[in-house]
């Protein structure tokens, strides 16, 4: 068993991070970032065959090391920057919607409903996709492994703890 120094893991697990937020600003997935990857490489004179499944395991944290073509990825993002306009008009269409979303809110702030009808739970793959859908774009230190873990032990348990809920009270 390898051990990792401390301060390697750390710009590895940053690297890795800032990957991932470059790909998800740019809309493409881990296909597409390979691709990219590859035609960067080709511009620079470098013959790369990159593929998804070597990206998806750098995102994962399978990697134990800094792999020798994430300068073409760097490079690929370089090639390829965030179009600023569509982030601005992007940007302006959200403070619209939230400016409708608290008018609506104030709209309806008196009237409240109250169901006493019993809400059936999804069953457990669904709630996995649902709970995995919440956790997914958490940005924190947790990789994408460790988010699925969670998202199992949760559908797995939710069901039981809602049912005695009184044990909670």
């Known amino acids: ?27 493409w997935t881990a296909a597409r970032l390979a691709q990219e990857a590859c035609k960067a490489a080709k511009n620079r004179g470098v013959d790369l065959h990159l593929k998804q499944q070597s990206i998806s395991a750098l995102e994962l944290g399978r990697l134990k090391s800094i792999p020798y ?23 302006g269409l959200e403070t619209s919607k939230e400016l409708k979303i608290e008018e609506t809110t104030q709209k309806n702030h008196n009237i409240t409903k109250t169901c006493s009808k019993k809400i059936k739970i999804p069953d457990q793959q ?30 797995k348990h939710l069901p039981k703890g809602l049912e005695q809920i009184s044990l909670f009270q």
């Open 1 to 27: 068993m390898t051990i990792i120094p401390p301060e390697e893991f750390q710009r590895l697990e940053a690297m890795r991070q800032s990957m991932r937020r470059e790909r998800c600003l740019r809309n």
């Open 126 to 155: 669904a709630l996995r996709n649902l709970l995995l859908g919440l956790l997914i774009p958490v940005e924190t230190d947790v990789s994408l492994e460790s988010k699925h873990q969670i998202a199992n032990v949760l559908a």
């Open 69 to 91: 073509w994430i300068e073409y990825v760097n490079a690929s993002f370089l090639d390829n920057p965030i179009n600023e306009v569509s982030s601005v008009s992007i940007a």
